[in-house]
């Protein structure tokens, strides 16, 4: 393709042929134009074009194109068609990096490249293709039409874009190394490497992955650049935010690191533990720097006595004094040799240890000096003021990782699950103290801290205070090796962390790198690492690692033009036509797009980014978030980005090396009981009066938009309602029974509508109800939940209950709180034979101290400012929040007590696993391993007098929550085959559950905010070991992130959940790698309430990238806002009742068999399809080569240095 104004082919901006041949656009003419009949291509001719064009449209696009063409953005030609008032016109594209220009193009004013960048998005998504279009031959029916830039035809959302990222694939390159190598041959089992645990496939993929992002060095093509391919074939590159077009594809440099994103539940620890023993021995490089280019390793004997160029530079630069004359010993080089170049090391080291050499070893830790420089220095003299001297900066073996303090523990149980040979680990938590700089680069492989440690380790980062020119004077430990036994202790404000140069950095639930106002990433930025890793199945908010294999649903809107008050197509019926349905990026989309670039940014530190902080919003960010929708090519852009700096395989890719056992998910719908039920009507009452009284507007009404905390509120104690939950002003009755005819004068002299005034009807007689049912007022006597009891000797049950003038069918003698029934067990326990005087005068103690405590406690509250009176015609509860949080957390103190067993328990479970371990190994038979598997801690042995006691022959039925018997009975029933995970957003819900296990005498342990990270930690590794403790009670909040729970196969949501990615990441917690058996999930909801709503809505806004919040949801908001009254009750006598007092008889029954088909009376149990991230398949028949477990450990090579 040769230019007319240029025969002799030459790098100028008149060569057609150094351009990109885009495509052609059709314009009509006005049919009384006078122009040549020529139907030859010509120069494009901007006068005749603008003056003859058929519209307004036409003729701004005109104008457009001539401004690209005289801004040499673009060259065109036109052609007028044969016998047509139309005209086609060739556009080519002119590269920025045209050669023979003198990079005039890339030096074009700010203004003409805005202005330019807004035409060309509209012009180039017209352009047509196709051989015979661009010869001008648009009237052939056959002709194909292919845009050159399609406008916008990927409209995923960003959740979709990561779920399509392509699984890793490395691949060899020169210097890739044997571990490498080894990784991708699958035949080879690994042995060697000290890895127990045998990977699957897609794990070992993974590893090379990494291993090669951080090893690779060779440059790669730039992500921010997308090909466009011309008529003619040829590929140029455009940059969709600035629209810049160049000829090649610019190349940068790599990552040494990345975001290690794979699905929830697929072995990320296991990876990153692996890609550390890849890795194990490679020291650390000193930090490069364009100013301070050659920085030489150094150790203290090469610094001192070396008279290598390297080393006398350094000590001139550092004014160290002159070495004296005597040259360096082969024992002196080797140790040098050995310390800088550390393969060699291993080789070495059994030989070494324990030789007199090996302290010399030790203390001849390699370093850099770190000179602070600008470029502000060079080419500039040196200035009279005192110049800082180097700071030392130690090099190291070891990775730092970073870890959420609930995992610590978990974190050291991985390692030694994982490791076949002991490594040096050093764990930190908040409170210890940091060995010195140099032991702690010298005397470790891992180290791990907590997120608070290094947190906290940021109050000491006085980094300029380590610019110095002191020299270390202490003297040589002996003649034979002059290493100097340094005792330097350094500068105590500087963190010893911010004197290595680290050689890996891992935050495990890295997600929170993506926030810049916290210490923990401030500290992260600090710190000198040359690899750096962030580790999270849930890189941001919306991007989410939960898929069980099931399909998302594809957005198939096409993006539109993006400018606005520039033309938007031809009218031409060449033009290319834009569709208007555009998917537009939201607000939402902008927030997770901003927790990227920091990551990226300020953490990882991706080259491309480094140099400019703002360089992911104007290059990756803008191009998206445009009114209109995303810029051609800015979704592809974005992929591009993510791929280069995230690691992660599709769900599909994962599912053929691992299969896990099936989920069975149930939605078990109850009714309440008779007295929740009054409850739960006497609240939608007050919802009731209060929208009819204020009219449904204003302020009084409790869904105006200023009563969006009140709304909340209400919400939640709905929902702790529906469990169970008290009022301590029985929600107003006796108030609103009172004025019931003043309220129905009122809303009748309104003009209130029938269906209203008959609504308040109903909900007076609710609250009358209510009001009439002394028993349903005495159980909001006390926070506990009451408990109907059987066959109880009726002075000793009126001594103790709480409830007045009921009349219990049947047998039930009647309704005992909770904790009166404890208290009542406890001293019969203690004394079995206790006579019945003695246990009516307890009781009478008991309800006298319960008394007084009330008194002080109201009294405490009324000395309190009082709260200003609520706007809104109805408590919406605050007081029964303030006593439910208060209750729960008195509930959920720990004490010295519970510590003690459950860490006696946990070190029983440990010597139990290793003496199991040992017996294996030595074939030990059956018998022998049973013996080892009784050595468990045991509940406390019923005395056999307790069948004689007073009570012997008390039943304890049916509580006044049909969910906490719906849990004590799947506890009950399940819990000696297997562990039960029981999930609640409320504390004082679980509160309540671990009073009804404690009835039942079932060991449990509770993971919530009030106790202490540390007993926590013991907590979970207690449940994971332990044989005793059956169930984990968590708040849900601790249910999504990190925990490995896979002991546990039962789980219970004592509530619906409102977004699904929270419910799946706590089942998450059992269901992954390592489950062995099927996993039974459980979600309790009360039916014809806004819970049974809540699961329909949730299911009809599956697919959403953004779940609204649940007040905000039209369809709950509806649903809370118009209130019904439930009608039907469960019949409590259809729940089995148990034994009050555990008797030596009781344990000697055996456990009956679970029946699957057996369901709780009046359950009605929905089964929703299990959607699983793994194939459902019969257990066990994973082939042995897939094996999670490896072969028997090798002989340790060395001692485990575990310091905490």
Sequence with gaps: MHCDLCPNPSPCLHHLSNFLPAGVLELCLETSASYSRDTTWTAYNAVFLNKNVANTQDLDLCRQIEFLIHHSFISAQYRPLSFSSRCIIRVYIIPYDLPGVQGRLRSRKSDVLSVARKYLRVLLPLLVQGSQVWEGELDQGTAARDPILARCEDSRTLAEIYGDLVSPSPSYWPDCGPVFQRLLDFTDNLEGMGLKTRLFHYQRRTVAAMLQKELDLRDIPDPLFVPIVGVDSTTFYLQPATMEVLAERPLVSPTRGGILCEELGT????????????????????????????????????????????????????????????????????????????????????????????????????????????????????????TPGPKTMFLTTASLIVVPTNLIGQWAAEFNKHFSMPLRVLIARRKDTLPLPKTLANDYDIVVLTYDKLSHEASRRNVPALFSWSVCKCKAMSP????????????????????????????????????????????????????????????????????????????????????????????????????????????????????????????????????????????????????????????????????????????????????????????????????????????????????????????DYIFHPKNTASLLELVQNISQLLFYGISSNLYYTEDLRFKRA???????????????????????????????????????????????????????????????????????????????????????????????????????????????????????????????????????????????????????????????????????????????????????????????????????????????????????????????????????????????????????????????????????????????????????????????????????????????????SRIIFCEPIWRPDVESQAIKRAHRIGQTRPITVKTLAIRDTHEEKMMGRREALKGLNVVPTLTNETGMRDFIANPQFLRRHRDPSIHPAISLLSTPADLSLDHPEPNPNDSHADFIVTDEPAASLFKEVPLDTRPPEDSQEGPPPAKKRRMVAFVE
Excluded at 329 to 346: A, C, F, G, K, N
Excluded at 966 to 987: G, N, R
Aim: overall charge negative; proline content about 6%.
């Design 480 to 699: 034979e090796a002059r290493i100097p036994l340094c005792d330097c202790t350094g500068d105590s404000t500087v963190s010893p962390l911010l004197q290595i140069r680290w050689k890996r950095l891992v935050i495990d639930e890295g997600h929170v790198s993506g926030t810049i106002q916290n210490n923990l990433h401030q500290m992260a930025q600090l710190l000198s690492v040359e690899r750096k890793w962030v580790v999270t199945g849930t890189p941001t908010t919306h991007l989410l690692g939960l898929s069980f294999g099931s399909g998302v649903a594809e957005d198939n809107g096409i993006s539109e033009d993006d400018s606005e008050g520039l033309v938007s197509g031809s009218s031409s019926p060449g033009a290319s036509p834009l569709s208007s349905n555009v998917r537009k990026w939201t607000k939402t989309d902008s927030q997770d797009l901003n927790k990227l670039a920091t990551m990226m940014t300020h953490f990882i530190g991706v080259p491309l980014f480094q140099g400019d902080t703002k360089m992911f919003q104007k290059y990756v960010s803008s191009a998206l978030m445009q009114r209109s929708g995303p810029a051609p090519g800015a979704i592809s852009v974005l992929s591009q980005v993510m791929q280069m700096v995230m690691i992660r395989h599709r769900i599909e890719d994962v599912e053929k090396d691992v299969v896990l056992p099936p989920i069975r998910q149930e939605v078990v719908l109850l009714d309440l009981d008779i007295y929740a039920l009054r409850s739960y009507n006497a609240l939608q009452a007050n919802i009731a009066i209060n929208a009819i009284d204020s009219e449904r507007k204003d302020e």
């Design 267 to 386: 072995g990320k620890t296991v990876m990153t533990l692996t890609l550390i023993l890849s890795t194990l021995n490679e020291l650390s490089s000193p930090e490069p720097s364009i100013i301070d280019a050659h920085r030489p390793i150094l150790t203290p004997l090469s610094l001192r006595h070396f008279p290598t160029s390297d080393c006398h530079s350094a000590r001139q630069r550092a004014q160290y004094p002159r070495p004296d004359a005597q040259l360096p010993s082969l024992v002196e080089m080797l140790l040098h040799q050995i310390r800088t170049r550390p393969p060699t090391h291993e080789a070495l080291q059994d030989a070494l240890e324990g030789t007199r050499l090996w302290p010399h070893l030790q203390h001849n830790s390699p370093f850099y000096h770190h000179y602070e420089s600008t470029l502000a220095d060079l080419g500039r003299p040196k200035r009279s003021a005192i």
């Design 742 to 1048: 003043e309220y129905l004068e009122r809303a009748a002299s309104r003009n209130t509508s029938a269906e209203d005034i008959a609504l308040m009807q109903d909900a007076f007689d609710q609250i009358e109800l209510a009001a009439s049912d002394t028993a349903w007022n005495d159980t909001h006597t006390h926070e506990d939940v009451p408990f109907r009891v059987y066959h109880m000797d009726p002075d000793v049950f009126t001594s103790w209950t709480r409830v007045s003038d009921h009349h219990p069918p049947n047998l039930c003698t009647g309704i005992l709180h909770c904790d009166r029934l404890l208290r009542m067990k406890d001293e019969v326990v203690a004394r079995p034979l206790m006579s019945k005087p003695e246990l009516v005068t307890k009781g009478e103690m008991v309800a006298k101290y319960d008394a007084l405590m009330r008194l002080a406690s109201e009294a405490k509250k009324a000395n309190k400012m009082p709260e200003k009176p609520s706007k809104i015609g109805f408590s919406h509860e605050q007081e029964t929040s303030a006593q439910s949080s208060a209750l729960a957390a008195s509930k959920s103190h720990v004490n010295q007590a519970k510590i003690q067993e459950v860490h006696q328990e946990l070190q029983l479970a440990l010597e139990r696993k290793e003496a199991l371990d040992h017996a294996e190994e030595n074939d030990q038979t059956p018998a022998d391993q049973q013996l080892l598997q009784a050595n468990t801690s045991q509940n406390r042995v019923p005395s056999s007098l307790l069948s004689s006691s007073i009570l012997s022959s008390v039943r304890v039925g049916s509580s006044i929550s049909s969910k906490l018997d719906v849990v004590l009975d799947e506890v009950q029933q399940y819990a000696p085959m297997e562990k039960f995970l029981i999930f609640s957003d409320s504390p004082l819900t679980l509160a309540h559950i671990a009073e009804g296990l404690d009835l039942m005498e079932v060991k449990y342990l509770r993971f919530s905010s009030q106790i202490d990270p540390k007993i926590r930690e013991h907590f979970v590794m207690t449940y994971e070991t332990s044989e005793t403790y059956r169930v984990f009670l968590m708040e849900l909040k601790h249910g999504a992130r990190g925990l490995n729970l896979i002991s546990a």
